[in-house]
C-alpha cells in the first residue's frame, strides 16, 4: 500500500512539472500577448486634417556622368633663359593683367652678354671700315696699272669677309638683346594666378614652368560621356548639371565636343558653359544628367515624410484613424521623394503636422 503511494506521488510530481514547463513555454512564444503588425501601429486619435490619395507617378530616370570645372584659358609661364631668379611679384590667388611682370630674373650675366657682343659689333664694324678704305684704294691703284688682279682679288674677298662678321655679330647681338628681355617675364594672359612652381633663389632653365594661370572669366564643365548618350547631342543642347560644393544647379548648353571617342571608356569628351559663380574654380567635382528612360512610382512631399530614429515613416489615414507605416525613401524627384516600399497606389496618407508624441 505504501509503495503504491509512492508512485501516484511520482507520477503527480511529474505531471506538474510538466505542466509548469508547457506554461512557460506558452508565456515566452507570446501567445497570451497582443501583436501589433510589424512597421504599422495605430494612433488612437481620430484625424481630422488635410489628406492625399497616393497615386502613380511618371519618373524620369537620369543618368548621372561625374566630371569637373575646367578652365578654357590657361597657361603656364615659363623660363627662356637659364637664369636665377630673382623674385616673384604674384603669390597664388593674385589676379594678373595682360603683360603684367610676374618674374624677374638675375640680369647681370645677360647684361654682360650684351656688352661682349656690342663690343665684337664695334671691332669688326672697324675692321669692316678700314678693308673697305684698303679696297678703294687698290682699285684705284689697278685703275693705274700698279698692282695686278690678284690683290683686287684678296682685298675683295677680305672686305667681303668681314662685312659678313659684322651682320653676324650683329645678330648675336640682337640675340644677346632678346635674352636679357626674357628675363623680365610677364604675363600672356588676364587672370588668376594658380600655382607657384618655384621660388625667388632658384634656377630656371629654359622651358620650365614657373606660374600657372586661368582666366576666371572662361570656365567649362567637362564629362566623359559614354557614346551612346554622347551621339544624341547637338552643341546647344541644354543639360542639367549640378556642383555639389557650391550647392548649384543648372541647365548649361553643350559648347564643345571633341571629334574622337575613347576606345578604352568607349566615350566622348564634352564641354558644357559653366554656370555663373564668383565661386567657381577648376577641378571642382560636377554632375551632369542626362536622361535614360521613364517609369511608374509613387512620389510624395518630402514633408511628409517623418524621421522616426534612423527609420522613415509616414502618416496612412484608414477609417479616420492614424497608422505609422515605416517606408523606404528612394531618389528625391522635382522635390518630391519616391517611395520604393510601404505605400501602395490608392492608399490615403496625411500631410498636415502630426503631434510630436510618435
Avoid: C
Amino acid at each position: 500500500m505504501q509503495k503504491r503511494k509512492q508512485t501516484m506521488r511520482t507520477k503527480l510530481t511529474a505531471a506538474l512539472v510538466i505542466a509548469i514547463l508547457a506554461a512557460v513555454i506558452v508565456w515566452f512564444s507570446g501567445v497570451l500577448t497582443q501583436h501589433i503588425a510589424p512597421g504599422v501601429k495605430t494612433d488612437e486619435q481620430s484625424y481630422r486634417g488635410a489628406t492625399h490619395q497616393v497615386e502613380l507617378s511618371a519618373i524620369n530616370v537620369a543618368e548621372v556622368v561625374p566630371g569637373q570645372v575646367i578652365a578654357k584659358q590657361n597657361t603656364q609661364v615659363s623660363a627662356r633663359v637659364l637664369a636665377q631668379i630673382e623674385r616673384f611679384l604674384v603669390r597664388a590667388g593674385d589676379t594678373v593683367k595682360q603683360g603684367q611682370v610676374v618674374i624677374e630674373l638675375d640680369k647681370q650675366a645677360l647684361q654682360s652678354q650684351v656688352q661682349q657682343a656690342k663690343a665684337q659689333v664695334n671691332a669688326l664694324q672697324a675692321s669692316l671700315t678700314q678693308a673697305s678704305k684698303q679696297l678703294r684704294r687698290a682699285n684705284e691703284l689697278f685703275a693705274q696699272g700698279l698692282i695686278s688682279q690678284n690683290d683686287i682679288d684678296v682685298a675683295t674677298a677680305n672686305h667681303d669677309n668681314l662685312k659678313a662678321s659684322v651682320e653676324q655679330a650683329q645678330q648675336a647681338l640682337q640675340q644677346a638683346q632678346i635674352a636679357l628681355q626674357y628675363a623680365t617675364i610677364k604675363a600672356p594672359i588676364a587672370g588668376r594666378v594658380v600655382e607657384r612652381f618655384a621660388e625667388p633663389g632658384d634656377t630656371a632653365s629654359p622651358g620650365q614652368a614657373l606660374l600657372a594661370i586661368y582666366n576666371p572669366q572662361q570656365l567649362q564643365l567637362e564629362f566623359a560621356v559614354r557614346e551612346g548618350q554622347a551621339l544624341t547631342l547637338d552643341i546647344g543642347a541644354q543639360r542639367r548639371v549640378s556642383i555639389a560644393a557650391l550647392a548649384l544647379h543648372a541647365d548649361v548648353p553643350l559648347v564643345e565636343v571633341v571629334p574622337a571617342a575613347d576606345s578604352g571608356s568607349r566615350s566622348l569628351l564634352m564641354r558644357f558653359a559653366a554656370p555663373q559663380s564668383a565661386k567657381l574654380l577648376p577641378g571642382l567635382y560636377a554632375q551632369l544628367e542626362l536622361p535614360a528612360s521613364s517609369r511608374q512610382g509613387v512620389l510624395v512631399a518630402r514633408e511628409w515624410v517623418h524621421q522616426h530614429g534612423q527609420l522613415d515613416m509616414v502618416m496612412v489615414v484608414k477609417q479616420g484613424q492614424l497608422q505609422r507605416r515605416y517606408v523606404r525613401l528612394g531618389q528625391i524627384v522635382d522635390d518630391q521623394v519616391e517611395v520604393l516600399s510601404g505605400l501602395s497606389p490608392g492608399e490615403i496618407i496625411a500631410t498636415e503636422a502630426q503631434p510630436a508624441a510618435l
